[in-house]
């Protein structure tokens, strides 16, 4: 089966850094998102990672250590518009590497 | 240019009644994909499809039926709402079936109230 931990809340000032993680038990793995969600809107994509190591994008940054089932997203000057909630999801191998489970999600406030 | 839509934003039913909920996709993807998510905000797959053939159909009670007429459409009808199915249904769409590196894009979203 699949388990993807991530925590339930996090709060963080404007203007610094924050880390979001994310740990998965999954059957097989091929492949590591995350997904930012403001309130009432549909996910959208943010990262994508696959082999070991960090992945920038601007203000956001995904690391992946496959050996450890790990991941964060960083979130660098914080902006209030980051106020959102944040989902790892994980695409296993083999039967089923088709599909995405997603984690709970983290919700982040970002206060003044 | 609306990637991934969806139709009716928001729907509120009695229990008993049936409804539908219709999904189109304007990128050219092969892969649609059903999604629920509860109050607790947890993302669930109900299922999935590519090139209108039905692949992944996760432990949904057949209450729950997926038709997809062709590859840009995937609408879901539930029959015999009950109040646990209120949620936001999303749609969303991917390039192919299995490419690693598909990204997957959601649709707005349906808000379902059962009362």
């Known amino acids: 089966g699949q388990n993807i931990d991530q925590p339930t809340e996090m709060t963080a000032t404007e203007g610094a850094i924050v880390q979001i993680n994310c740990t998965y038990q999954t059957s097989g793995f091929n492949g590591l998102f995350w997904y930012q969600q403001h309130a009432g809107e549909a996910p959208t994509f943010l990262s994508y990672n696959v082999l070991d190591g960090l992945e920038e994008k601007g203000r956001f940054s995904s690391f992946l250590s496959r050996s450890k089932g790990y991941s964060y997203l960083l979130l660098k000057e914080l902006q209030m518009k980051d106020s959102a909630s944040y989902l790892c999801?994980?695409?296993?191998?083999?039967?089923?590497?088709?599909?995405?489970?997603f984690g709970k999600g983290t919700k982040l406030s970002v206060i003044p | 240019d609306t990637a991934v839509s969806q139709t009716p934003k928001y729907l509120v039913t009695q229990m008993g009644n049936d409804k539908s909920i219709k999904c189109e996709q304007n990128?050219?993807?092969?892969?649609m994909y059903w999604y629920k998510q509860d109050s607790k905000k947890f993302l669930k797959i109900m299922f999935s499809y590519n090139n209108k053939e039905l692949i992944i159909n996760e432990t949904v009670p057949n209450r729950f039926s997926p038709k997809s007429p062709d590859k840009a459409h995937l609408n879901l009808h539930i029959n015999s709402l009950e109040l646990g199915d209120s949620a936001v249904y999303f749609c969303?769409?991917?390039?192919?079936?299995?490419?690693?590196?598909?990204?997957?894009?959601f649709g707005p979203g349906t808000r379902l109230t059962v009362l």
């Open positions: 969303a769409s991917s390039p192919t079936l299995a490419g690693p590196t598909d990204t997957q894009y």
């Open positions: 999801a994980v695409r296993p191998s083999g039967a089923g590497s088709y599909q995405l489970t």
């Open positions: 990128l050219g993807h092969d892969t």
